[in-house]
């Protein structure tokens, strides 16, 4: 079974990059069969998708945040990382990262969770 | 302001049969597949149904999921006090180069 786990600094001052790590266990980046997702939620309030890769590298990101995030994957650490520039309070959230399937976008589904990591932002 | 529809709150009483709604458009439910995300207070989401109507290993038959036209249903029959949490429906949207889409959620309140 796959477990997820993110890391990373809780607290971003504003105008900084937010960065964060998702370290996968229980199968391999590399293996194909899932696409590397990020979605964030902010207090109180409901969820909402970032972005996803797969392990190949291609990316598929909301067009919303599409100009600040940059998610990469390390196959080599089988971890995948979230790069959200120029931060304000509004993306203050906790965010989780998951693993997706099938690989067609139109049909995948979360099937496998981190517990999420709370990021304030925060001068 | 989500791009899916749900209420924000349901209630009922243990035993009874709650459905929530979910309602979007031709680019997102109208042509994808929904899932249904189940998430107990202070944990992270669990996928409670996927592609409209399946249930992941584990799920209760106790949880169902329907969908026609742009809209979609999860349904919740012999309410338990567990099954109080939110509830979030998604999608894919094809507009915009496609995007993952979520419903605003909807918290079920077991009376």
């Known amino acids: 079974q796959v477990q997820l786990q993110e890391s990373g600094p809780g607290l971003v001052k504003p105008s900084q990059t937010l960065s964060l790590t998702c370290t996968v266990s229980?199968?391999?980046?590399?293996?194909?069969?899932?696409?590397w997702s990020w979605i964030r939620q902010h207090p109180g309030k409901g969820l909402e998708w970032i972005g996803y890769?797969?392990?190949?590298?291609?990316?598929y990101y909301n067009p919303s945040l599409k100009s600040r995030v940059t998610i990469s994957v390390d196959t080599s650490k089988n971890q995948f990382s979230l790069k959200l520039s120029s931060v304000t309070a509004a993306d203050t959230a906790v965010y989780y990262c998951?693993?997706?399937?099938?690989?067609?976008?139109?049909?995948?589904?979360?099937?496998?969770w981190g517990q999420g990591t709370l990021v304030t932002v925060s001068s | 302001q989500s791009v899916l529809t749900q209420p924000p709150s349901a209630s009922g009483t243990p035993g009874q049969r709650v459905t929530i709604s979910c309602s979007g458009s031709?680019?997102?439910?109208?042509?994808?597949?929904v899932n249904w995300y189940q998430q107990l207070p202070g944990t992270a989401p669990k996928l409670l149904i996927y592609?409209?109507?399946q249930r992941p290993s584990g799920v209760p038959d106790r949880f169902s999921g329907s969908k026609s036209g742009t809209s979609a249903s999860l349904a919740i029959s012999g309410l338990q006090s567990e099954d109080e949490a939110d509830y979030y429906c998604?999608?894919?949207?094809?507009?915009?180069?496609?995007?993952?889409?979520f419903g605003g959620g909807t918290k079920l309140t077991v009376l």
């Open positions: 998951a693993s997706a399937v099938p690989l067609v976008p139109a049909a995948n589904y979360f099937d496998y």
């Open positions: 229980g199968g391999s980046i590399s293996s194909g069969g899932y696409y």
């Open positions: 890769i797969y392990y190949s590298g291609s990316t």
């Open positions: 031709s680019s997102n439910i109208g042509s994808n597949t």
């Open positions: 592609s409209n109507n």
């Open positions: 998604a999608a894919w949207d094809d507009s915009l180069n496609g995007s993952v889409v």
